[in-house]
């Protein structure tokens, strides 16, 4: 009797513990979620109190004549392969310098995380100052052309611009990951293998990358899943410009919803963005927990 009173007066202690968490989750997680779901089937937009049921029509606007949402879907591949290969390779060459016994590591391990603390909109404020008035100065300083480019006013170099911007800004948190990785290399391999007479280029790809590896997995999970939800430093750094040049699927979607009011419209553009970023995020997890078998 006292171990069923045991187990019972656990399992009412377990509840009460968890059920606000899931009373929480529910509310801020589960419930918008369908109810997004139905207003994407809806041309609802956001204002009225009538909700007019339009089946799949939202869904068939978007695949079929949607210019705005294609162009988004391309800026934000073209992003997505960028972003996750810069991120990623500099990251890792970073980490190893910085794994060195230097006698300025830890302070150069903090400058490179510090952008990372701040908010994206902050930092894209602050970049939008430095191409505009900041090479301005340089410019006139130096008269090297590049400085007098028109970094936000051309759509490549605007494109180029954010990309710079995000990768600078994240690119602290990756040193983390990967600097947490080589920690967990064991020097004796490392010491068979210069002893066997391999150079550093060899032990690091024959020894330091493979067992990087769940790191690779984790960083590239997290790069990707960033670059696909881009939004604050286009908002803050290019509004979307120019012309709509940079306009990721994100802003699309901020776009049509809050600024078109088309609320129902951009739900829909949001849960295709949502499984999309599903399909990807399990597709890349599968490939790359294989990859870590097989080494």
């Known amino acids: 009797m ?18 606000p968490v899931l009373i929480c989750i529910v509310l801020a997680f589960y419930i918008p979620f369908f109810m997004s779901m139905y207003y994407s089937l809806t041309d609802w937009n ?10 799949m029509d939202n ?5 079929s004549g949607d210019a705005n949402f294609s162009s988004a879907s391309w800026f934000t591949v073209k992003f997505s392969i960028l972003f996750i290969v810069l991120s990623n390779v500099l990251a890792i060459v970073i980490a190893v310098l910085l794994d060195q016994k230097l006698k300025t590591s830890s302070l150069l391990r903090a400058a490179f995380f510090i952008p990372y603390i701040l908010s994206l909109v902050i930092v894209g404020f ?7 008035q900041g090479f301005a100065s340089l410019a006139d300083t ?5 400085w007098g480019w028109s970094w936000l006013g051309t759509p490549k170099l605007a494109f180029v611009s954010v990309l710079l911007v995000s990768v600078w800004q994240s690119i602290g948190f990756y040193i983390v990951i990967y600097l947490a990785g080589l920690q967990s290399v064991p020097s004796d391999l490392l010491e068979a293998a210069k002893v066997d007479g391999a150079g550093a280029f060899r032990r690091f790809f024959s020894v330091v990358l493979p067992m990087l590896a769940p790191s690779v997995t984790i960083a590239v999970f997290m790069s990707l899943t960033n670059s696909i939800k881009v939004f604050d430093v286009i908002l803050s750094l290019t509004g979307g410009g120019p012309g709509g040049s940079t306009y990721s699927v994100s802003f699309d979607i901020y776009r049509e919803t809050f600024q078109n009011n088309l609320f129902g419209y951009g739900t829909a553009k949001a849960l295709v963005l949502f499984v999309v970023v599903l399909i990807i995020t399990v597709l890349q997890l599968t490939y790359f927990k294989r990859k870590e078998v097989e080494q």
Not at 2 to 19: A, D, H, P, V
Not at 142 to 146: L, R
């Open 142 to 146: 130096t008269g090297w052309p590049i």
């Open 2 to 19: 006292q171990r069923i009173g045991r187990k019972t007066s656990g399992k009412i202690e377990f509840g009460m513990f968890t059920l």
């Open 126 to 132: 602050i970049w939008k100052f430095i191409f505009s």
């Open 59 to 63: 869904f068939r606007q978007i695949f």
């Open 46 to 55: 956001g204002i009225s109190r009538s909700v007019n049921f339009i089946g």
